[in-house]
């Protein structure tokens, strides 16, 4: 209810008209973005790198240790993986592509390419590990799918405030249209996070770099999370009346009061093992947003049916549409998708390490 209700509550207290923030489909664009400010580049830049600099160091400065990759048995690469695999080829060539006999299916690319995508990595897993979600959890992954929907949704939600994005080539669809395509797109979001972040587990890095690294204690952890809660609150139901300045709270907001509201009510959290030192779920989590993102990226920019960026201020140095402080977000939202990824699945196996689900089973077993 915090989620949904701040931002209303936030431009009905400044007075604003509300009928266009809750537009469905969400198409009318009204927010006059501020243009490039160098200097708040590289305040933005700063700060940014003022909280990455500790992962990142660390992170170069192990080795693989055991357990590497390349001394992994594998196991045979299972056939809808490979079939995943190129119809991922095919459906990127199309993406890419404008042919005039595939002009009526032009803007549906994204369906299956990122459907592939997701099956694809599964086989990944598969291939190096002998394991994969969809094996693993069967129909709970299928839940992942509709439960991606909703989730990126509130996502469209939340942008209606700051409009740091639209999507073109889907002028001439009907509101019926837009929603049914854009909600099986937006169903491949969370699985895809999730099985990147399975495919990661095969990576003993993350392990050796960051399961002795900071513990964060806090004296009085459920007094932190509500002071947590109430700046994330008054954040998120300001950001509406000031979207140039509190857009990233986009990304930041939602997992801030989510987490609190966990932490207060003594409900397990994503951040559950930092006390003793242990960043190893969050760091791969995060990782995953962020390759994901890359992906997104990287096919968006050529298809047909896309989205564009209108970010303020930091609109340098863009990879793909995407302005490079931008994909700083998609770290965050690596943690996001767990979060909700954990109502169906858990986290503890979302976060632990594949040696550790290995071990669980086998114990099972016995």
């Known amino acids: 209810m915090l989620l949904v209700a701040l931002p209303v509550v936030g431009v009905l207290w400044k007075g604003l008209p509300v009928a266009q923030y809750l537009e469905f489909p969400p198409i009318t664009r009204y ?102 979600l969809v094996e693993r959890h069967g129909l709970r992954f299928v839940a992942l799918f509709p439960l991606s929907t909703v989730f990126w949704w509130y996502f469209e939600y939340l942008n209606r405030f700051v409009q740091n994005w639209y999507y073109t080539g889907v002028e001439d669809f009907s509101p019926l249209r837009y929603v049914v395509t854009a909600s099986v797109s937006f169903s491949t979001v969370i699985p895809a996070v999730l099985s990147v972040n399975e495919l990661l587990k095969i990576f003993p890095r993350f392990d050796n770099a960051y399961k002795n690294f900071l513990p964060l204690r806090l004296k009085r952890p459920k007094l932190a999370a509500s002071l947590a809660l109430l700046l994330a609150g008054c954040g998120l139901m300001a950001m509406g009346i000031m979207p140039d300045l509190l857009f990233p709270l986009v990304w930041i907001a939602p997992l801030i009061i989510v987490t609190a509201t966990q ?23 995060s990782a995953s947003g962020l390759i994901c993102g890359f992906f997104w990226e990287m096919w968006n920019f050529f298809s047909y049916a896309k989205w564009i960026y209108s970010i303020p201020f930091v609109s340098q140095f863009k990879i793909f549409e995407m302005p490079l402080l931008g994909y700083a977000g998609y770290l965050p939202f690596g943690l996001e998708c767990a979060v909700a990824a954990s109502f169906v699945i858990g986290f503890q196996d979302i976060m632990e390490s594949n040696a550790s689900l290995t071990a669980r089973a086998s114990l099972s077993k016995v």
Not at 115 to 132: A, D, E, Q
Not at 268 to 279: K, L, M, S, Y
């Open 263 to 285: 932490a207060i009510l003594g409900i397990e959290t994503v951040c559950r093992e930092v006390h003793h030192g242990t960043w190893v779920g969050i760091c791969r989590l």
């Open 31 to 132: 927010v006059r973005h501020a243009g490039p400010s160098w200097p708040l580049f590289l305040v933005f830049l700063s700060f940014i790198m003022a909280i990455l600099w500790p992962f990142l160091r660390r992170f170069v400065s192990v080795g693989p240790g055991p357990g590497a990759v390349c001394e992994k048995d594998f196991h045979d690469f299972p056939w809808w993986g490979k079939c995943a695999f190129v119809l991922c080829l095919v459906s990127w060539l199309l993406a890419w592509t404008r042919f005039s006999w595939f002009r009526p299916f032009q803007p549906y690319t994204f369906i299956p390419l990122w459907f592939s995508f997701i099956f694809f990595i599964n086989g990944m897993s598969h291939w190096l590990t002998g394991s994969s």
